[in-house]
């Protein structure tokens, strides 16, 4: 089991080192998907109030 997460762990940081060489595109879309999901939780606490009224 560990030797499977070590691989797992090795192949994660060889591939964010290619992904960081080859402009940052895993950096890129990580971003973009937290500031999606905050968008989406600021949409619904923006909402809430008139809710519950």
Do not use: C, N
Not at 4 to 13: D, M, Y
Not at 17 to 22: A, G, H, V
């Amino acid at each position: 089991m560990s030797l499977l997460a070590g691989i797992l762990v090795a192949i994660w940081i060889v591939s964010l080192f290619l992904y960081r060489s080859d402009g940052d595109f895993y950096g890129e879309e990580v971003a973009g998907a937290y500031r999606r999901r905050t968008a989406v939780q600021r949409h619904r606490t923006k909402w809430r109030p008139f809710s519950a009224i």
